[in-house]
């Protein structure tokens, strides 16, 4: 039992910390070396008894009745309550079901989401052993919508995503070095505070300051002034979303022109500059990209960037590319260009310079990395080869056995029957959500394990009432911060939550796998397992290797942490030929005649302004920029404080220019209708002069809370603007999520203000 008394040690994505909790509320104190604390943390203060807590196993009524098959129902049926030893029985019997009916090629257990930041109760990880070990296998996805179209462009150009974002330039080398930094989609606060795993200090806003303080110039190219801290004292270029790609073009037309870009670092240790240079010169295709090419397609003054570019050369430079501006149409293309300014600069490998796909983007960025590895829970071998890019996601529900491409070849979507998640939250990641609930009402059954009823949730035939993160134990840990964090229980399960790993291990025993699950072990006995990959590295070092029991009485433990050495990009530099990059030519590729065979129209050879097909008309003249929110992680905790506080009467807040409002007779704190030709939400305005004034501005993660419009579209009451989002492939190669942007018209809303019924549990609950 936990001593109410005590504030206990424990890790969020957002930050470690220490939590007390006393009834309903929680303390939380951020971690006390954290100069820049995350304000996030006070979601937890009121979770833990929250009405919207799933409390016990529930099983959608029509599926109960009719059993598993394609229903209209889902999303909008009432749900059962059931104990916990029959619903796993009938989930057992289904889940061999469908293997003995359709085979393992059946079940999707993409279960793409953050879940939370322990390392053994990491719900994904959790479901995909269980479903490899006890059941043989599943359809699985690749990447992610954070990088999608980075993830697959980026080994072709310099190496992998995670190599050219984590271990490259960090802070330390900024402060000390940098002299000029490009932020394409900015560099904001609100996103660096953020790390999956969790972090202890968040120095982003203290390393701008004080590299800002050296002289150091920051130029943030975004629609929103608010994309980077004031302590950056940076210039803000507010450049048309989706046209970065031209203007990094100009940059480097304008370099070539003047003969100022780096010949010799090019001819060493770059490839296929001369087919690119065909191309920005206009010897290709009879344009040159030139500044006053590029100024009417991106809104930037021909002169500005000019003088921008006549500035760079000679100047130690870092270009750094938002995760933002890949999660859009051709978002391989500005994640390719950045590499290329970089190089045309002669910039790549250099301490503080060169390019930093992501720097700014999570607080894993910019760090150095520990010294000693930290376990992960192992997920098993999976049997069924077939995957899908994950933002394919509702395409494979709707077009079982179609073709698609992906990274060079063509593959089939599988005939998807059962679908398994935990951890994720696809009616807040996934886009274009009528569409999304269309193909989900496609399955046999969908199962989702949840700590409370989100839209997901809702749109499920078995909820599985699981525990947050502050209910159980487990190990903090990431690779890129140097506290390791004994996470304990500081409150008991609501109503009759279980952990995942509970509710996976008495599945397994029913499916006669309970052995190969578990590998005998209970909770306590993964962790110390999972902590003695570590003590292992420290006693490998000759460094002190606490035992399991002494970590988890210390309650946070210090790392080690290693050079800050630049990875693999500054080892190439020093030795382009002992330390190659992982490219078919060992060298950065400006064009790439692996991407070139593949002959796609969406992703050329080498990096090409292509514009984007979905952008404002008449009938929507906006853009709709749908960031990451300030107030929450996603979809998380939603309902709690912190992000609560950040409503206004009780919806999400959107952000618009005074002019854009002025033109619609909208006021500050008006109710407005954002809209398009997928779906509406509604939003509270919010005026500022900081942006373009052709864009709005709604971040995601409002809960999903639909009523149908008369024209058969959702009108989500609450504000989740993935209602209005295409759901598209960045390009054939990566097919990662666009997102990000999307066009709407604005207008006030006048009827009658609908409730916001997102944190109603949908049907009076049995415990
Ligand atoms: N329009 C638009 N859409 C976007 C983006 C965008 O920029 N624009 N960004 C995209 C990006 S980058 C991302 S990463 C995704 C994020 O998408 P998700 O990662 O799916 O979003 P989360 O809200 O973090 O979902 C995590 C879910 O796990 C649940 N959970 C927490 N702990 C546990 C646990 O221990 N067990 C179980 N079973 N469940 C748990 C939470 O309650 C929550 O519902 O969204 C993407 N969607
Ligand atoms: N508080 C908080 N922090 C988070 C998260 C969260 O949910 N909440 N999520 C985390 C995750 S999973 C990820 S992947 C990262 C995501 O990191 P990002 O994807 O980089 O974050 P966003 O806030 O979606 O986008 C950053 C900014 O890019 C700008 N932008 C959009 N389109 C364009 C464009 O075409 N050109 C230019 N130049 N700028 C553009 C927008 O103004 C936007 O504010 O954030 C992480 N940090
Ligand atoms: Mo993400």
Known sequence: MTSSAAFLPHSSHWGVFTARAEGETVSVRPYPGDPDPNPILDNFTNALKHRARVTTPMVRRGWLERGPGPDATRGSDDFVAMPWAEVLDRLAAELQRVKDTYGNGAI?????????????????????RFLNTALGGYVRSVNSYSAGASAVILPHVLGSMEEVARRNVTWEQIVEHSEVVLAFGGMALKNSRVASGGISKHIERSSMRDAARRGCRFVSFSPLKSDMPDEAGFEWLPVRPTTDTALMLALVHSLVRDGLHDRAF????????ATFEDYLMGRADGVAKSAEWAAPICDIPAEQIEALAKSLPGKRCLVVVAHSLQRAEHGEQPVWMGAVLAAALGQLGLPGGGYNYALGTLAHYGKRNNAVPAGALPQGSNGVREFIPVARITDMLLNPGQPFDYDGKQRNYPHIKL?????????HHHQ????????????????????????????ADIVLPCTMTLEREDVGVTPTDPVMVAMHRIAEPHGLARDDYDIFTDLAER?????AFTEGRDTRQWLAHLYERTRQGLQDKGLEAPSFDEFWQRGNMDLPIGPDDGGLLRAFRQDPVANPLPTPSGKAQISSPTVASFGYADCPGHPAWLPAKEVPNNDYPLWLVANQPASRLHSQLDFGSHSQSTKRQQREVCTLHPAAAAARGIAEGDVVRLFNARGACLASAALSSDMRADVVQLPTGAWYDPVIQEDGTPLCVHGNPNVLTQDVGTSS????????????QIEKFTGALPPVRAFEPPAAQTV
Do not use: M
């Open 108 to 128: 999707f257990g993409g279960s793409y989401g953050w879940s939370s930041a322990g390392r053994f109760h990491h719900a994904q990880s959790q479901v995909h």
């Open 266 to 273: 090019i001819d060493q240790y770059c490839d296929g500059w």
């Open 419 to 427: 679908a398994y998640w935990a951890g994720g939250n696809p009616f």
């Open 432 to 459: 274009d959500l009528a569409r999304l609930a269309e193909g989900f009402r496609t399955l046999d059954t969908f199962v989702v394990h949840e700590i409370a009823w989100t839209a997901t949730a809702r749109h």
């Open 511 to 515: 499916l006669g796998k309970r052995e």
């Open 733 to 744: 190669l990566a097919q990662g999520c666009s997102g990000q942007l999307g066009i709407v």
